[in-house]
Nanobody
Framework: QVQLVESGGGLVQAGGSLRLSCAAS????????MGWHRQAPGKERVLVAA???????YSADSVKGRFTISRDNAKNVMYLQMTSLKPEDTAVYYC?????????????????WGQGTQVTVSS
């Protein structure tokens, strides 16, 4: 069992920055691939960025060049550094973890989820 707790969301003006954190606990959490998903009002939840235990990453086209995913395996914490934020980045951001090292964009592969943290970008 893996527990995930997000923090760092909030309200920011367009062009600003935020850093989200996801603290993971549980057995063998260090070997899991992890990702940040987001769900905007009225839209489906989508993968924004993901990282495996070896440090390989994936970023959605919509955030490339603006968002950076990283993890500290010693502390079992994953981060999402978000810069040049846009109003369309407004969403609830969820941390998720999946078995194994492969990175999958389909949320069905992610077995564990955090409670979500709200990010609101004002124009």
């Amino acid at each position: 069992q893996v527990q995930l707790v997000e923090s760092g969301g909030g309200l920011v003006q367009a062009g600003g920055s935020l850093r989200l954190s996801c603290a993971a606990s549980g057995r063998n959490v260090g070997i899991y691939a992890m990702g940040w998903h987001r769900q905007a009002p009225g839209k489906e939840r989508v993968l924004v960025a993901a990282i495996n235990s070896g440090g390989s990453t994936y970023s959605a086209d919509s955030v490339k060049g603006r968002f950076t995913i990283s993890r500290d395996n010693a502390k079992n914490v994953m981060y999402l550094q978000m810069t040049s934020l846009k109003p369309e980045d407004t969403a609830v951001y969820y941390c998720a973890a999946k078995y194994g090292s492969s990175i999958n964009t389909d949320e069905k592969f992610y077995a564990y989820w955090g409670q979500g943290t709200q990010v609101t970008v004002s124009s």
